[in-house]
């Protein structure tokens, strides 16, 4: 064999061991996420897998169902909570790799309408009676369900509104519940109305953070691979918490 050849041999056989390295590094990863957080989490995933080359498969849901299918053994590999109770439980029970929770952002709540006007800036409309349905998510399954309860009691309205909420499993079917015409109003997440770089449509009155407990989201590892490894570290980077910013969020 003559020496172009060999040379010629020599680069397809780098070129190959290159290809199938990349191949063997790109992975993907299956992350559990609370419905509040999906259009954020969606932006970064995006600007991850452009980035590395990873895919990243994200499953929606109340953060309360998400921590009983981990606890019968869902394949996730990260959970990222609407609260800190959930990822601490996992990380005492075991579940959770040691020293991995951390907190990624700190949750806003609203009372929202998408009609103009209809909400007013003190949140008075709760006590006017000039609406007939008011969306929640479950207290008992949703931080922000929770949330909402804790500000209807502190203006004595919890037992009132018995007759008038209309309960979603998470705060993503209470959006859905107002969205559609379902419910004239409900308290939303803060970051399910705000886009970047938008005015938010309709009209909202954006609680004060004192008449509910902290809405402090916690993530916590489940599986400890480099890829999860790398997808945590890029949520702690400064491009990442300024994408969690620009959707409603405070950062910790």
């Known amino acids: 064999m003559n020496r172009k050849k060999i040379m010629i041999l020599k680069l397809l056989v780098a070129l190959a061991l290159m290809l199938s390295s990349s191949l063997s590094y790109a992975a993907e990863i299956r992350i559990a996420v609370a419905s509040n957080f999906t259009r954020a989490m969606m932006g970064l995933v995006q600007q991850f897998e452009a980035d590395t080359g990873h895919k990243v498969k994200l499953v929606f849901g109340s953060t309360g169902k998400h921590y009983a299918q981990i606890k019968n053994g869902a394949p996730f590999d990260a959970f990222f909570a609407a609260d800190m109770k959930r990822p ?27 009609e103009t006007g209809y909400v007013d800036s003190a949140g008075k409309v709760l006590s006017d009676g000039s609406y007939y349905h008011l969306a929640i998510a479950n207290p008992k399954l949703a931080p922000y369900g929770r949330a909402a309860k804790e500000v209807l009691q502190s203006r004595g309205l919890w037992k009132a509104m018995k007759g008038r909420a209309v309960r979603g499993e998470n705060i993503g079917q209470a959006f859905q519940f107002v969205h559609s015409g379902n419910a004239e109003l409900g308290f939303v997440a803060y970051s399910q109305v705000k886009y970047p770089g938008q005015s938010i449509i309709g009209s909202y009155w954006e609680v004060p953070q004192t008449l509910y407990s902290p809405i402090l989201q916690q993530a916590v590892v489940l599986k400890d691979t480099a890829v999860t490894r790398a997808f945590i570290k890029y949520i702690k980077s400064k491009p990442a918490l300024e994408i969690i910013q620009d959707y409603g969020y405070d950062v910790p």
């Not at 601490?88 to 998408?114: H, I, M, N, Q, T």
């Open 88 to 114: 601490k439980l996992l990380e005492d029970e075991g579940l959770a790799v040691p020293d991995s929770r951390f907190s990624y952002a700190l949750g806003r709540l609203v009372l929202w309408s998408p």
